[in-house]
């Protein structure tokens, strides 16, 4: 069973500071990883896309991708308590790049 | 209308019950998504369709049957169903090159979903 892993918090920052959200999966032929953000009772909705290792940034966004250690992450600068929300990470599987596997999310808290 | 819609936001219905979910994407894309998002459990892919052909079918109940008219449209028939069915269903849309692998264009883009109540 191809899996993503993420802790499911909730992760508590303050207003203004970084934000580390981190996932780990299982299927070394995955290329393609998503961040979504989904606020309760909504749909997810796409922050970041990386396929390849190393940083990629959008914003206040940064995506760091180690394919080698099979980890992902997401950091939010400056964070903000519009912020608060789940994120899911998602992994392409090798057995179709259309089949993606989610984890189960992990819960960002922004305090102001 | 933009992006992708799903109709009904909220559906009630007993066991006994026969009644559709539908999905329409306003994108241009060419590949529709059916995901089903339980409390405490991670999205499952349901069913993929490309050009209007379902591609993937992962293990999904026959109670469950999902039709693709056309490239823009996508339902999910429901019959039978178990209380444990009960969920939010998430409709999603890409656009497939022909090239296949990973592309940003590629990104799956979801509607507001049907959260279904199963009595």
């Known amino acids: 069973q191809k899996e993503v892993e993420q802790n499911s918090g909730p992760l508590s920052v303050p207003e203004g500071a970084i934000a580390s959200l981190n996932c780990t999966y299982s299927?070394?032929?995955?290329?393609?990883f998503f961040w979504y953000r989904q606020y309760s009772g909504k749909s997810p909705e796409l922050i970041m896309f990386i396929y390849s290792n190393g940083d990629k940034e959008d914003g206040r966004f940064t995506a760091q991708l180690n394919k080698a250690s099979q980890y992902v992450s997401l950091l939010i600068r400056d964070s903000q308590p519009s912020d608060s929300a789940t994120y899911l990470c998602a992994v392409n599987s090798s057995g179709g790049f259309q089949k993606l596997v989610f984890g189960t999310g992990t819960r960002l808290l922004v305090s102001p | 209308e933009t992006g992708v819609t799903q109709t009904p936001r909220h559906l009630v219905m007993g066991m006994t019950n026969k009644k559709s979910l539908k999905c329409e994407q306003h994108l241009g894309h060419n590949a529709m998504y059916w995901y089903k998002q339980s409390a405490k459990k991670p999205l499952e892919l349901m069913f993929v369709y490309n050009f209007k052909e379902q591609t993937e079918n992962n293990s999904v109940p026959s109670r469950f049957s999902p039709e693709c008219p056309n490239s823009s449209h996508l339902f999910l028939h429901l019959h039978t169903l178990q209380p444990e069915d009960s969920a939010l269903y998430l409709c999603a849309s890409s656009q497939v090159g022909l090239a296949g692998g990973p592309n940003i264009q590629e990104t799956q883009y979801f509607g507001p979903g049907t959260r279904l109540l199963v009595l």
């Open positions: 299927d070394r032929g995955s290329q393609s």
